[in-house]
């Protein structure tokens, strides 16, 4: 049997410890879910839009493992989720997004939550790791919005869907830009 290493002395409190770890699951959840509807849209025949998914997906499994390893710095036991419930089949492109945005919505808010608590109990350390996050998902829903926009805008009759998933592979570029514009010098 392997010798447990236990550090007793470290700053990262068992709750955050629980709910950093509830977060990795969370993200690790977004990064199977927009690999699902990647692959709805590539068999469907929206190829910039499952582009664009399966870019996402793989920036939240690099949003887990940020969370992953700085459990682990911080003395704590970061700990691989068990997914279930992951939805392969979706009504349109249009739902995949308003699916996008409802889950980014909620990402935000558990983010939130956790910056929250780690102001309360002074733990100004995972508090201040938190803030990338808390910037990442400003972008996120912004990405999300804008995509929903276009189907009002462009109109999803005649060619309309085409033109969708043309523009929906140009996303990241255009929130990017405004990004760019908009935030910190
Ligand atoms: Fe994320
Ligand atoms: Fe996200």
Request: proline residues 1%.
């Amino acid at each position: 049997m392997e010798k447990q290493i236990v550090t007793t002395n470290r700053s990262l409190t068992l709750e955050t410890e629980k709910l950093l770890n509830d977060q990795v699951a969370k993200e690790d959840f977004s990064s199977a879910y927009y690999l699902s509807m990647a692959s709805w849209c590539d068999k469907t025949g929206y190829a910039n839009a499952a582009e664009f998914l399966y870019r996402h997906a793989d920036e939240e499994r690099q949003h887990m493992l940020k969370f992953f390893h700085y459990i682990n710095e911080a003395g704590g036991h970061a700990l691989q989720a068990e997914l279930t419930g992951i939805e392969h089949n979706f009504k349109s492109l249009r739902a995949v997004f308003e699916l996008v945005l409802a889950h980014e919505i909620s990402i935000t808010q558990s983010i939130n939550d956790i910056v929250d608590h780690c102001f309360a109990i002074k733990d100004f350390t995972t508090f201040q790791f938190l803030q990338w996050f808390v910037t990442e998902q400003r972008e996120e829903e912004t990405i999300a919005r804008r995509a929903l926009e276009l189907f009002d805008i462009i109109g999803e009759g005649g060619v309309g869907l085409w033109t969708i998933d043309q523009e929906l592979g140009k996303l990241e570029s255009f929130v990017q830009n405004s990004a760019t514009a908009t935030g910190p010098i």
